[in-house]
């Protein structure tokens, strides 16, 4: 439905968070939590340029789902495309990203644990999305990094006079033709119709980078890139060296 943008979007998202670089030379421990990470598609990407690209083999992944169908497939995903190496520094985790907390009162995450929390087109889907945001400021240390990749709203008009066009023509194809191509593709109409209202409902990329910024987490600039005139946009946040 994306034209195959999600994959341009997801490999500038990787590329930008640099996972496993070292201000040092020499490997240094790193530890990722990709939540809604769904069948592996950024913990791979993170694993490569970790590894291979920054020759870290110290960086942790951690896929987390609260959809044990999809660790699943990750992992069988996993087993058949990624080196020995890569596949021994990840790991899964079946949880609701909105309370780590278990039944017997302990955290399946724990608090200051992780370097970098990663969500990609996951997000959008949560009950309670500033439960998922304190959650993921518990589980990072002082100074780790939030980072978001979502779809988010077109760019404002004051920033690009031509995205009140590109905002009705992407709405009206988003409304009527997504629905339709989910029916005749894959047979099922009302996932896609959800799909379309979910990116809709989703806060506009400042209210959002507000949100964060409730949570406690600092940005820099104003908090987030938009991709392809903001179809989807990043969002990061630091929790404060004090926090
Ligand atoms: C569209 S998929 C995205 C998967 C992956 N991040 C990617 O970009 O390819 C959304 C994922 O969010 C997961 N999800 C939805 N609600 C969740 C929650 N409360 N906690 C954790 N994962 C959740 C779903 O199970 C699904 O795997």
């Known amino acids: 439905m994306s034209f195959g943008w999600h994959r341009i979007w997801k490999d500038h998202f990787v590329a930008s968070l640099n996972p496993g670089f070292t201000a040092k030379p020499g490997p240094s421990p790193q530890r990722i939590l990709d939540v809604a990470g769904g069948t592996g598609d950024i913990a791979f990407r993170m694993l490569r340029q970790a590894h291979v690209i920054n020759e870290n083999p110290e960086t942790h992944v951690t896929i987390s789902d609260i959809n044990p169908a999809m660790l699943s497939v990750g992992r069988q995903r996993a087993e058949s495309q990624l080196p020995v190496n890569q596949l021994e520094a990840l790991s899964f985790l079946e949880a609701d990203a909105t309370s780590f907390r278990q039944l017997d009162g302990t955290f399946s995450v724990d608090s200051a644990s992780i370097d970098l929390y990663t969500v990609a087109f996951g997000i959008r889907n949560f009950t309670d999305i500033p439960a998922a945001l304190r959650e993921a400021y518990r589980v990072l240390r002082p100074g780790g990094v939030f980072a978001c990749l979502e779809f988010s709203k077109i760019a404002s008009t004051d920033e690009n006079p031509a995205a009140a066009l590109f905002d009705a023509v992407y709405k009206r194809w988003s409304f009527s033709a997504i629905p339709m191509i989910g029916q005749i593709v894959a047979g099922d109409r009302d996932s896609y ?22 949570a406690g987490f600092v940005v820099g600039g104003r908090g987030y890139e938009n991709l392809t005139g903001g179809i989807a946009a990043i969002h990061k946040g630091m929790k404060p060296l004090d926090g």
């Open 193 to 214: 119709q959800y799909l379309v209202e979910s990116i809709e409902r989703f806060p506009s990329q400042d209210e959002f980078r507000d949100m964060i910024v409730d």
